[in-house]
């Protein structure tokens, strides 16, 4: 991508209204754009980075069994009123269609998802399932003011799985919560992120969720050096202040932001929608649920909290926008020719290059603008360079950059 073309900018100064790290940076960089407070548009080099996240979890969901699909955002109330969920989710925007008639926007699927099982599950035959959908979802948070962390509007994966028995449900349950951490462990942010006991809601006694440490968070955890878990401080006195696992009262106390959260449902949802089965002698069991959500949105912006200095984002390999930002201080035609020349060698061998090929800006201005974007690999070219058939690399965690020989770059970057 050739930044010269690219519609967005980067900006000195964003609204005081964003004052969290990951909304500073973003806006800053022209990764979103905020249309108003938890509602943001994503510009291409957001997009790039938010499809990425999704694509890692996407493909760790495939590994797990489960079928992806797209479910509505648009929710009749009626399936709301058969969970008695309607007037309970504090959260859910409601509006009102043509003929009066309700709606809610999706802010959780399990009204649309149980009644959409119920048409193909009957026999024991039929199970074990699982469905994901990767999908924008609303809720009417009453403070929305972490930038992409807490959004009115948002992106969630969400799973759903379907089980004849609880043992069935426990071991799959097991293998989901594996699948989760190679996502964080692939998203930069595994070494940070914490299974956590946390209350089940109106399911189960617990539910688990995937913290992620951070001064920024808005969770407080508990955390077991020994066992590496924590428990939310929601129930840390259910808990007796104790870890769940081993029983020791020595806690650590964090800030941390919770980045997925999975649950047990058991009947809760299948009752009221009548979803069962038929066992081997023909009698009828309502199927057992478990429920697994991400938000590939709030993991984008943790990953900005985790990973920034004082210049701008330090973005993890596998979820920058680009892999190389390639940064040209040529004016000479011969020299941009050069410069074009390695962009279209490196692009046309697979590797992702933004290509900063700008005329009239200055270089501190090339190199903050790169430094703020984040992108890990930054190669210079100037004539000083070439005069040496060089070009200079920096990696955007190192202080220090090196002349390479131009022929060895497209190796190099490969390994970096
Ligand atoms: P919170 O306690 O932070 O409000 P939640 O417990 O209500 O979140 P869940 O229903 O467990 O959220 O949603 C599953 C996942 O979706 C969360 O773990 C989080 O990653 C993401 N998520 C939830 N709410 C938001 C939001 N408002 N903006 C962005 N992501 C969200
Ligand atoms: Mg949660």
Not at 133 to 148: D, H, L, V, Y
Not at 202 to 212: D, I, L, R
Not at 341 to 351: A, D, F, S, V
């Amino acid at each position: 991508m050739r930044q010269s073309k690219l519609f967005t900018k980067t900006q000195k100064e964003i609204s005081k209204e964003e004052n969290s790290i990951n909304a500073q940076f973003l806006l800053r960089a022209g990764f979103i754009d905020r249309l108003t407070s938890g509602v943001f548009s994503y510009l291409p080099l957001g997009l790039r980075v938010l499809n990425k996240i999704e694509n890692i979890i996407r493909e760790e969901m495939n590994s797990v069994g489960g079928q992806e699909i797209l479910m509505p955002a648009l929710h009749p109330r009626e399936n709301w009123d058969v969970t008695g969920r309607w007037d309970v989710v504090d959260v859910l925007f409601k509006l009102t269609g043509s003929g009066e008639k309700e709606y809610a926007l999706g802010a959780t699927h399990e009204e649309v998802v149980t009644p959409l099982l119920k048409k193909q599950i009957f026999s024991y035959k039929d199970l074990p399932q699982a469905v994901y959908q990767i999908q924008t979802k609303f809720r009417n948070e009453s403070r929305a003011k972490s930038g992409i962390l807490r959004g009115r509007e948002f992106r969630m994966k969400d799973l759903y799985s379907f089980h004849a028995d609880q043992i069935d449900l426990d071991s799959y349950y097991e293998k989901v919560k594996d699948a989760y951490f190679r996502i964080y462990e692939k998203c930069g942010i595994g070494a940070l992120t914490y299974y956590t006991y946390a209350s089940g809601g109106a399911f189960s006694k617990f539910s688990h969720e995937f913290q992620t440490l951070t001064p920024s968070g808005e969770d407080m955890i508990y955390i077991c050096d020994d066992c590496h878990i924590s428990v939310n401080k929601e129930i840390l006195e259910e808990l007796q202040n104790a870890c769940p696992e081993c029983k020791t009262p020595k806690l650590r106390e964090e800030k941390a932001i919770e980045v997925g959260n999975i649950f047990k449902l058991g009947t809760r949802f299948s009752t009221p929608f009548g979803l069962s089965f038929k066992d081997e002698q023909d009698n009828l069991h309502d199927v057992i649920m478990g429920c697994y959500g991400i938000g590939p949105s709030r993991v984008m912006g943790t990953i900005v909290e985790v990973h920034n200095d004082d210049k701008g984002i330090i973005w993890p390999k596998n979820i920058a926008p680009y892999q190389v930002h390639l940064v040209s201080l040529c004016r000479e035609q011969a020299d941009i020719d050069q410069v074009d020349n390695l962009y279209h060698q490196l692009t046309h061998n697979g590797i992702e290059v933004l290509y900063d090929d700008r005329e009239g800006v200055r270089a501190g201005e090339k190199f903050a603008d790169s430094d703020l974007i984040g992108i890990p690999v930054r190669l210079v070219v100037s004539p000083k360079t070439l005069e040496k058939n060089s070009v200079e690399v920096k990696i955007r965690t190192e202080g220090e950059a090196h002349l390479l020989p131009l022929e060895d770059v497209e190796r190099c970057v490969r390994l970096m």
